[in-house]
């Protein structure tokens, strides 16, 4: 990342929504896409599940210092994406199914790490969850088995399975139900959360949810909750927006 000067960004007040930045995709454009050149694209439930929260939504591309851009920042969301985290970040050889993008990673994986060392709030959603738990010293499972089904087959603005949420835990108490309907568009899992503490499993062991007992708030979800189909996605997203405005 390139280096740049920046001033401190005050904190919010109760009237003023908290500034949440939005990790976003790559691609190199070509005559059949959106440009030819490269651009940057993120859907745009992404921005509107944060808007609707009460948050400030701002989209954050790869050029640019990591801890200036979060200096700025009330809270981050890392995104997802069809792509993988580079298992030699946590010590293993590629998959032939695995698919690593070194640029994207390499900006959300600083992004992040300011994130927590500045004590904002995080929320990392499927790759991006993926991401924290990797950070944590965790592990992946690089290639799920097809029939497990958690690339649904049915489109994902519809559930694809439930997930059980652990008990005691602070997305257990955010959503504040023991069961949640989930989308589930991954073919990757989390398979050891390191430091990280596992929130959320489903009927069939997969990690869906971690989070991070010494920050202030950091979450990762397996699913897309920008999509709300189940009132806890909501739930998630307030609690997200109230963190950072704090």
């Not at 190199?28 to 993120?42: C, E």
């Not at 989070?211 to 709300?228: C, M, N, R, S, Y």
Request: hydrophobic letters at 40%; aromatic letters at 4%; charged letters at 20%.
């Amino acid at each position: 990342m390139m280096g740049c000067m920046t001033t401190a960004r005050p904190s919010p007040s109760r009237n003023t929504a908290p500034l949440i930045g939005l990790t976003l995709d790559h691609e190199p454009g070509s005559s059949g896409q959106f440009s030819r050149y490269p651009y940057h694209a993120l859907r745009e439930n992404y921005l509107t599940a944060l808007s609707g929260a009460g948050g400030l939504p701002v989209c954050l591309g790869y050029v640019g210092n990591a801890e200036a851009m979060v200096e700025r920042l009330d809270a981050l969301v890392i995104t997802g994406g069809a792509f993988d985290v580079d298992p030699a970040l946590y010590g293993e050889e590629p998959h032939p199914l695995t698919t690593p993008r070194p640029a994207r990673t390499s900006a959300e994986l600083a992004l992040l790490r300011a994130a927590l060392k500045r004590d904002i709030p995080v929320l990392g959603i499927c790759g991006g969850m993926q991401l924290m738990a990797v950070n944590a010293g965790g592990t992946l499972i690089q290639h799920l088995p097809p029939e497990l089904e958690h690339e649904q087959p049915n489109p994902r603005h519809e559930p694809g399975h439930t997930v059980s949420l652990v008990a005691g835990t602070r997305l257990a108490r955010i959503v504040d139900t023991e069961i949640m309907h989930v989308n589930s568009s991954h073919h990757q899992a989390v398979r050891t959360a390191g430091r990280a503490k596992i929130s959320a499993v489903a009927a069939d062991g997969v990690i869906e949810a971690i989070e991070l007992d010494d920050a202030k708030f950091a979450i990762g979800v397996q699913w897309h909750p920008e999509f709300t189909l189940d009132p806890g996605d909501r739930r998630l997203y307030a609690a997200l927006v109230e963190a950072a405005a704090r």
